[in-house]
């Protein structure tokens, strides 16, 4: 395991990017949502992901230089087209768009079509506290999830992202899959030859395993109970059906099949507090809550009670100051998309040197 200082893992990734096809805005917003979520320890969207985005670019399924635009536009509301362009760079159009709405109606809701892949649905969401705003972001995807009951793929994942401001605190960011565990967790097992645990995913028969090679062979990932697949349904409706995006097997793997277009879709909401009240005293009764909330007896086996995206917070403050942690098996990876593009590979840090490992 090395470890990398933030800013050189996303130089190194803005350069591929670039080397790929995108523009120096596009680049650096794709390179981003990949840092932002090894930064808050969601390492299985982070700079793993970087080889199966570049082989996108390079073999068309995502477009490197797309021409977004607004197909139906009104005062609080947009339908975007994404032009097949990566879903960080939609998304965060999308995101900046309801924003803008928001600022002058108090909700901006932008409904993407025609996307990608879309990373951690909370880096776009978290877009929206810039602006002292809630942000919500809820996308579907290539069907890798069992539907309640179910025994193969049927439904994406649907992942959701809200962000909520709560002044000196940390931001409430909720940001989940529908399933049991993300598929990249299973995939970033898989790397690292670990087994996963009991009740993630079923095998190609159906039958449940730990090996998280099965996903790949044509398993499925299992959903977060029936109340997990409902919200997967309802996501695919709003994220899909609503901006007339591609839905469940229309949508192809986006890291098995890197010539095709995905297609996919997403919803944007943005809520300005300063619409319905003033936004210091959303930040004090946000806090009251927090603290009646943890104020809460611990049953046994608890150490404290956590807000959603507390425990991020304070791993992205660990690796802000000790570097982002990188197994040798993805470091091999960045290393060979060096060599591929030509350009230095990022270089750990000197962890004697600088103290950082304590």
Not at 41 to 50: A, M
Not at 199 to 218: K, V
Not at 222 to 235: E, N
Request: aromatic share 4%.
């Amino acid at each position: 395991m090395e470890r990398y200082a933030a800013s050189v893992l996303g130089e190194f990734a803005a350069e591929v990017f670039r080397a790929a096809g995108l523009s120096l805005r596009d680049a650096a917003i794709s390179a981003d949502c990949l840092i932002a979520a090894d930064l808050r320890g969601t390492h299985s969207h982070g700079v793993i992901r970087l080889p199966f985005l570049a082989r996108r670019l390079a073999q068309g399924g995502a477009n490197p230089a797309p021409q977004l635009r607004v197909l139906r536009d009104a005062p609080a509301t947009a339908l975007l087209d994404g032009d097949g362009g990566l879903g960080a760079v939609t998304a965060h159009h999308a995101m900046e768009l309801a924003m803008d709405k928001a600022a002058q109606m108090g909700v901006g809701l932008v409904v993407a079509r025609n996307s990608d892949f879309i990373g951690t649905c909370a880096y776009s969401a978290m877009l929206a506290l810039e602006r002292n705003m809630i942000g919500l972001t809820w996308t579907n995807g290539a069907p890798g999830m069992a539907p309640w009951g179910g025994a193969r793929n049927g439904i994406g994942n649907n992942p959701l992202g809200i962000a909520v401001p709560a002044g000196e605190s940390p931001p409430v960011v909720l940001d989940m899959a529908m399933s049991v565990s993300a598929g990249g967790k299973v995939r970033l097992a898989a790397k690292r030859g670990e087994k996963v645990p009991p009740g993630w995913i079923l095998d190609s028969a159906g039958r449940d395993t730990q090996d998280p090679a099965e996903l790949e062979a044509g398993g499925t990932l299992l959903p977060l109970g029936h109340k997990g697949f409902g919200l997967a349904v309802m996501g695919e409706i709003l994220a899909g059906v609503l901006g007339d995006a591609a839905i469940l097997h229309e949508i192809p793997p986006w890291f098995s099949e890197p010539a095709r277009r995905v297609a996919n879709g997403h919803l944007h909401l943005a809520i300005d507090i300063a619409a319905f009240r003033d936004p210091g005293g959303f930040h004090r009764r946000v806090g009251e809550m927090a603290g009646a909330l943890k104020a809460t007896p611990l049953r046994a086996g608890s150490d404290e009670i956590l807000l959603p995206g507390e425990r991020a917070a304070r791993t992205e403050a660990a690796h802000t100051r000790t570097g982002i942690p990188v197994p040798q098996e993805i470091v091999s990876d960045l290393d060979h998309l060096a060599a591929t593009y030509g350009i230095r590979a990022p270089q750990p840090l000197d962890l004697a040197a600088t103290g950082a490992a304590g």
